[in-house]
C-alpha cells in the first residue's frame, strides 16, 4: 500500500468518526424536544433520529453514531430523554426503547446497504426506486418493532407488569407517530445520502 492510498485511507476514517459523531450530537439535539407522558415515556424525536441515521449514514455508520449517542448517556451526560443521563436510565422502564434504538439505525442501514448492493454501477429506474422505498421502509418498521417490543418488555419487568399491560401503556400510543417518524427519516435520509453524503 503506497504513501497516497494509506492517507486516503486515514482520511476516510477520519470522514466516518466525524459523520458517526455528528449525527450522535443530532440525535441528542433532537431528543430534547419532549412531551411528558403519565406512563413515564415521553414523546421525543429520537427515534426520526436514529432511523435518519441509519439511512443517511447506512449500516456501519448509522449503527455506530447510535451506539456513540447510547454510550455518551451510560457515562452520564444528559442526552436522553428529559435531559437525564446514566446507566440508571438505561436499567430503567425506557431502558428497553434505548437498546432498541440500536437496532432501529441497524436496519435502516441496513436497507440502504442492501439498495447500494443491488443497484452497484447502475442507474436506478423510477420502479426500482419505488422498490428500494417499500424495502427500505419494510426494515424499518421492523427494527420499529423490534424496538417496541424491548421496550415493552423491559417497562413489563421493571413495573411490575405483565407484556399485555406494558404495551398498551408504552408502546400502543406511540405506534402511529414512530412510523411516520421513520417513514419522514427514511425521505430526508435519501436526500441526505444522494446529495451530501459519500
Known amino acids: 500500500m503506497n504513501t497516497n492510498q494509506v492517507r486516503a485511507r486515514s482520511r476516510g476514517r477520519i470522514y466516518n468518526l466525524v459523520l458517526s459523531g455528528l449525527f450522535a450530537a443530532i440525535t441528542a439535539v433532537l431528543t430534547l424536544i419532549t ?17 435518519l441515521a441509519g439511512y443517511s449514514l447506512g449500516f456501519a455508520r448509522g449503527t455506530i453514531s447510535t451506539i456513540v449517542y447510547v454510550a455518551l448517556g451510560a457515562v ?15 436499567a430503567g422502564p425506557t431502558g428497553g426503547f434505548i437498546f432498541g434504538f440500536i437496532l432501529l439505525t441497524a436496519c435502516c442501514g441496513g436497507a440502504v446497504r442492501l439498495a447500494d448492493m443491488i443497484y452497484r454501477n447502475n442507474r436506478k429506474t423510477a420502479t426500482q426506486s419505488i422498490l428500494t422505498a417499500i424495502i427500505a421502509l419494510a426494515l424499518g418498521i421492523i427494527g420499529l418493532a423490534v424496538c417496541h417490543v424491548l421496550g415493552s418488555l423491559q417497562y413489563a419487568f421493571v413495573s ?17 407517530k414512530d412510523i411516520v417518524s421513520v417513514v419522514g427519516a427514511y425521505f430526508v435520509g435519501s436526500q441526505i445520502k444522494g446529495r451530501v453524503i459519500k
Do not use: C, K
Not at 81 to 87: A, D, E, I, T
Not at 160 to 176: D, K, Q, T
Open 35 to 51: 412531551i411528558p407522558m403519565p406512563s413515564g415515556v415521553p414523546i421525543t424525536l429520537q427515534t426520526f433520529a436514529v432511523a
Open 160 to 176: 411490575n407488569r405483565n407484556f399485555g399491560e406494558a404495551f398498551m401503556l408504552v408502546s400502543l400510543p406511540y405506534i402511529v
Open 76 to 90: 452520564g451526560l444528559p442526552v436522553f430523554s428529559g435531559m437525564q443521563g446514566g446507566v440508571g436510565v438505561i
